[in-house]
């Protein structure tokens, strides 16, 4: 229900693998299926696929999710998203406003 794109110089197969590291931990999602460039997970929170294309210099990242905009899912999955660094030499991470 949800869809959210975000634009990293990290690599399809990084994004991937932050996607596996945080979102077991953070909504305790389980991967059901992944290939090169997309990895599913699901559990009690719902189900979100994560997409991660090279284009030219850059990946590009779509998140869809299963849920409401408002739900606890949607807002890991921007902080998820948030925390890809966007150009080289970026550390990625919350941003100012938010808490680290």
């Known amino acids: 229900m949800a869809g959210y794109v975000r634009k990293t110089v990290a690599a399809p197969s990084r994004v991937l693998e932050e996607a596996q590291a945080f979102l077991p931990e953070r909504l305790g999602l389980s991967r059901t299926k992944s290939s090169d460039h997309v990895a ?3 559990g ?3 189900t979100v696929s994560v997409h991660a294309h090279p284009h030219s210099m ?3 990242v779509v998140a869809q999710t299963d849920q409401l905009r408002t739900s606890r899912m949607d807002y890991e999955i921007q902080q998820f998203l948030n925390n890809l660094p966007y150009e080289a030499g970026d550390q990625g ?3 100012s406003g ?3």
């Open 44 to 46: 009690d929170e719902g």
């Open 93 to 95: 991470g919350p941003g």
């Open 98 to 100: 938010d808490p680290s």
């Open 40 to 42: 599913t997970y699901a």
């Open 58 to 60: 850059y990946t590009e």
